[in-house]
């Protein structure tokens, strides 16, 4: 792609800021600072994958990696603000999943153990459990508050704090996996996705980037659930105050 090409794709921002104007949403000023925001932090990050790439250092991948996480714990946890240091089991969530899917891929050959491989996919699998963990605060709380009669009177009757609020985390576990595997299940009908759409268009064979889509999404399914179940077990406690009542 050119510069000129790439300048000219400002165009969409132009026109996502005319019908806010033009509907007073109110949200050109989210737009523009979004816009600005992804533009210099996906050049900020290939000049660095560029320098990681060249010098092969695990030290320099790990770091990276672990500024992910970082990052991704703290957006996600964002979600549970009311709740007590939730970015810890949020952080310890995202590191088990990372290290867990990835001992996984290079234990079975799966992949090279080279940054090409490691830092994109890393990525892609942190970003994905950063959704699920951020889906599954958000259905937290409502779920929490919807059910406080019923958590309350369970406690009430003598059950312990796992006991009753076992069915809100069932069903905020099961709320936060339903995008991943709706997008599963439309993948190739409805939407290419952007693995596989950025592989064919930079001249790769389309069944050779299906293939890599494929990895792709059932490391996602896999990477999903493990982050919804752990962060449900790590965090669950956190709803309840010392006294093992649920949280105003």
Same mark, same amino acid.
């Given at each position: ?5 790439? %300048?000219? #794709?400002? =165009?969409? =921002? ?8 033009? !509907?007073? @949403?109110? $949200? ?6 979004? #816009? /600005? ?5 996906? +050049? /900020?990050?290939?000049?660095?994958? !560029?320098? =990681? ?15 992910? @996480?970082?990052?991704?714990? %703290? ?13 810890? *089991? ?20 799966? @992949?090279? *153990? ?5 830092? *994109?996919?890393?990525?892609?699998? @942190? ?26 009177? $369970?406690?009430?009757? &003598? ?21 991943? +595997? ?8 409805? !939407?290419?996705? &952007?693995?596989?759409? &950025?592989?064919?268009?930079?001249? /790769? ?12 999404? +059932? ?10 179940? $752990?962060?449900? $077990?790590?965090?669950?406690?956190? %709803? ?9």
């Amino acid at each position: 792609m050119s510069d000129w090409a790439l %300048w000219l #794709t400002l =165009v969409f =921002v132009l026109i996502a800021v005319l019908l806010s104007l033009w !509907q007073r @949403i109110g $949200l050109e000023r989210e737009i523009v600072i979004s #816009t /600005a925001r992804t533009a210099v932090q996906l +050049f /900020a990050i290939g000049y660095v994958l !560029q320098f =990681v790439f060249h010098t092969d250092h695990p030290a320099l991948i790990l770091l990276l990696i672990l500024m992910m @996480i970082g990052v991704a714990s %703290w957006n996600a946890a964002r979600r549970g603000k009311d709740l007590p240091a939730v970015i810890w *089991p949020v952080a310890v969530t995202l590191s088990a999943t990372e290290l867990f899917t990835m001992a996984l891929l290079l234990g079975l050959r799966i @992949i090279a *153990p080279t940054p090409q491989y490691l830092v *994109p996919l890393s990525g892609m699998i @942190i970003g994905n459990s950063m959704i699920v963990c951020g889906l599954f605060l958000s259905h937290m709380k409502r779920e929490v508050e919807a059910s406080r009669g019923e958590i309350e009177t $369970l406690l009430c009757l &003598g059950a312990n704090i796992r006991q009753a609020i076992q069915d809100v985390l069932k069903r905020s576990v099961k709320s936060s996996l339903i995008p991943t +595997f709706d997008t599963m299940k439309t993948l190739g009908l409805v !939407q290419l996705p &952007g693995t596989m759409t &950025g592989m064919i268009i930079a001249g /790769a064979n389309p069944l050779e980037a299906v293939r890599y889509q494929i990895l792709i999404m +059932f490391t996602f399914s896999a990477s999903a659930v493990v982050s919804a179940v $752990l962060l449900s $077990l790590l965090s669950y406690k956190r %709803w309840f105050t010392d006294q093992k009542m649920l949280r105003g």
